[in-house]
């Protein structure tokens, strides 16, 4: 009686599981409420709200998937920082700074969930960049690659000097349009200090050129006619309007505090993934198939617990990739379509024990419970092994970290849902009369052979 | 079935395979991607005018660049190319019609160092772990086998499919520019962890069948071991495979070779574990008898 009752808590704990992932796994939004006791489940992107008498729990939830860069196109950028002018003091404060500028220019340029983050390997700083779904590289490779120092010198003895007037003054630059020409230009206008810095150099300088440098190459050569006050200028070079955009942009976020330069690049197109990702469901679904049909074929009754076993494994995956925000790359991929494979081995490793169980001439109830406790040590062995090689892949980044977390989440829910799903499954049939018919096991027993 | 009794001819086969892969891998070695050599790849969509995109190159000072046609297109090969030369590339690109380019990857030479490391130190990592795994697991088999026996034609297993990607992969980079890249470490180590819940499962069951004690001779339980594993080994090895053959067969190009090499991979894995693995545990044990 004792007995019949855990399989029954094991049951309800198993159909409470598949409610939470499918709740999770549902793609719109969801309201639950229960007046005894009172709880109340919302699902809205991107929390669930869990309310029992007045207290609130949120949990964050990613609503869809998030896929890789690979997957949905777009850039992964390595730059490595050249602090050799910096002192060793300095240096994680300029890397520091150097991440902000580079976000800001990154975040000016309008893109979805840009990924800007520091690395350090040996005395190597860098800084990672991740664009997805550019569509113009070249143009995000302009924006965050120039260092944008900007610095107005004045004419003195037939050459340029520094005047103390940079980047640093400026509050605020601008597309704007010449009104003569009606070619785009980058109109800058200085803080208070700088305004005043502007008015002196142009008090002094009228009737003479200054020049305005970028990076050290001279963009616009202005004769100064009168003393500017107020503290606005612009810019005119030979722009076409993204590079006055993109100008703008750069001289808004400040100067890089070092100069970078681009260690790796590696962009996808948004077709390819989108082609790889096309092909790869179709192949999942047929592999899946194929494995149903092996599995039915060749554990018959049993295999049916295995198919049904695989639908619940997918239910359990899906909600946790969104439950951890797991991203979605191509090695993602192939690792959750590899781990369908692998789960089934837990359950091949299973049905073949109870098939010998039953030839050796126990009971089906028996059997059952020797062959999942017999199994167990070679199902422990063989899954700490890929377990083992999954923690080895994940340090590797990538690609391959996407695969191998895919593949260890795989191996665990797959223990998981034979353990727990497919054992209580079978052993609520376990009673039945019709479980003494050896065909449906593919069992002949000893005697019979 | 008698399957141990024919280990000789097991081992033949396995040296058939690994041989002239072997060979091919001295001769040529492997074909690294630049992610281990450092270097630029672009791939192009749309032509397949080789003279006309060599000439692009040429213009936009690639260093020695190598073009290959693809299916669909063209892949641009060369040393680490700057921004300029890029820029310069593209618009010379963009005026012949309907040609785009639809991957670049550029990968540095610090970069290329460190994943060429990293490699090197999983596989050995990897290797090393699975060795101490095996002798933990193993640390307590009765007579008249020992934990070492069990460890050792373990990694053998390991080795032969080692050796036999590497030497297929050297043969294929040769005659057919495919290359190795950190996907294919990847495939690599887990076809490794494969072979070895293969040979686990098997010799799971010669310490199950030896604690039990019969009056059979080690070859006989070893043997009848095989046997009675050899439908599970099959079978999971089966579902593994069927769904990474047909992943290869329909899946997307990005990974065609990182499945190729599963695929390959597994098949080689189960055949280790069943006929050389718990193979050369009987001629080490016939050997050792031999001795005394």
Request: net charge positive.
């Amino acid at each position: 009686m004792k007995k019949k009752n855990r399989v029954w808590w094991r049951l309800i704990f198993l159909l409470l599981l598949i409610a939470t992932a499918l709740a999770i796994d549902w793609p719109k939004e969801i309201k639950i409420q229960m007046p005894k006791p009172k709880v109340n489940l919302e699902k809205k992107s991107p929390f669930i709200k869990f309310k029992k008498n007045g207290d609130l729990v949120n949990f964050k939830i990613n609503y869809k998937i998030k896929e890789g860069l690979d997957l949905q196109g777009g850039s992964y950028l390595v730059y490595v920082a050249d602090l050799s002018k910096i002192s060793d003091k300095d240096k994680s404060n300029a890397v520091d700074s150097l991440k902000k500028v580079i976000e800001d220019r990154v975040n000016a340029f309008g893109l979805t969930e840009p990924v800007v983050r520091t690395s350090k390997s040996g005395s190597e700083h860098r800084i990672i960049v991740e664009l997805p779904g550019i569509k113009k590289t070249d143009e995000a490779l302009d924006l965050i690659g120039k260092t944008a120092q900007l610095e107005f010198k004045e004419f003195k003895n037939s050459d340029f000097y520094s005047t103390g007037l940079t980047g640093k003054d400026l509050k605020h630059a601008g597309v704007t349009f010449d009104q003569n020409t009606n070619e785009p230009q980058v109109s800058i206008q200085f803080n208070s200090g700088g305004a005043k810095k502007f008015a002196e150099i142009t008090g002094r300088n009228v009737g003479q050129p200054i020049a305005i440098y970028l990076d050290n190459k001279v963009v616009s050569k202005p004769r100064v006619n009168e003393q500017i006050n107020g503290g606005n200028a612009q810019i005119t070079g030979k722009f076409d309007f993204q590079e006055a955009k993109t100008l703008a942009i750069q001289l808004n976020a400040g100067a890089l505090p070092a100069p970078i330069n681009i260690a790796e690049q590696r962009t996808i197109g948004a077709t390819l993934g989108q082609e790889s990702i096309n092909k790869s469901i179709v192949a999942g679904i047929i592999g899946i198939i194929a494995v149903c049909i092996y599995m039915l074929v060749y554990y018959r009754f049993l295999g049916i617990f295995s198919t049904v076993g695989l639908g619940l494994y997918l239910v359990f995956m899906i909600a946790l990739f969104k439950l951890f925000g797991v991203t979605l790359t191509m090695g993602g991929i192939a690792g959750l379509i590899l781990s369908i494979g692998m789960s089934m081995e837990t359950d091949v490793l299973v049905f073949e024990r109870i098939r010998e169980e039953l030839r050796n001439g126990h009971a089906f109830i028996s059997a059952v419970k020797l062959g999942f406790i017999r199994a167990w040590p070679s199902i422990r062995d063989s899954n700490a092994v890929s377990l083992i090689i999954c923690a080895i892949l994940y340090t590797a980044g990538g690609m391959i970290r996407g695969f191998a977390i895919v593949l260890a989440l795989g191996i665990v829910i797959g223990l998981v849902t034979t353990f727990l799903g497919t054992r209580t499954l079978i052993d609520l049939i376990a009673k039945r009369k019709f479980v003494k018919n050896n065909w449906l096991f593919r069992v002949e027993k000893k005697g019979e052979e | 079935m008698n399957p141990i009794n024919y280990r000789k001819w097991w081992y033949l086969l396995s040296l058939i395979i690994i041989i002239p892969g072997t060979i091919s891998l001295v001769l040529f070695g492997l074909k690294s991607s630049i992610d281990f050599t450092g270097g630029t790849l672009i791939e192009i969509e749309g032509t397949k005018d080789k003279g006309k995109i060599e000439e692009i190159t040429k213009e936009a000072k690639f260093n020695n660049a190598n073009v290959t046609i693809t299916n669909k297109g063209l892949i641009i090969r060369s040393k680490p190319i700057t921004e300029e030369n890029h820029k310069k590339f593209k618009t010379d690109l963009n005026k012949i019609k309907n040609v785009k380019e639809v991957r670049i990857e550029t990968v540095g030479p610090s970069i290329s160092k460190e994943i060429t490391r990293r490699a090197f130190i999983s596989v050995i990592l990897a290797s090393v772990l699975i060795v101490i795994y095996l002798a933990i697991s193993f640390r307590r088999v009765p007579k008249p086998a020992n934990s070492w026996s069990f460890g050792v034609t373990a990694v053998l297993g390991i080795l032969h499919d080692a050796l036999v990607l590497l030497g297929i992969f050297s043969i294929l980079g040769h005659f057919f520019n495919v290359e190795v890249d950190p996907l294919f470490i990847t495939a690599m180590l887990t076809v490794i962890g494969f072979s070895v819940h293969d040979t686990v499962v098997i010799y799971d069951r010669i310490r199950e069948n030896l604690i039990k004690g019969t009056s059979e001779t080690f070859e006989e339980v070893v043997n009848r071991s095989v046997v009675e594993m050899l439908d599970r080994d099959i079978s999971t090895s089966f579902l593994a495979w069927i769904i990474v053959f047909i992943l290869y067969l329909f899946g997307g190009s990005t990974i065609k070779y990182f499945l190729l090499t599963m695929v390959i991979g597994i098949i080689s894995g189960t055949y280790s574990s069943i006929f050389n693995s718990a193979s050369l545990m009987v001629t080490w044990q016939s050997l050792k008898e031999k001795k005394r």
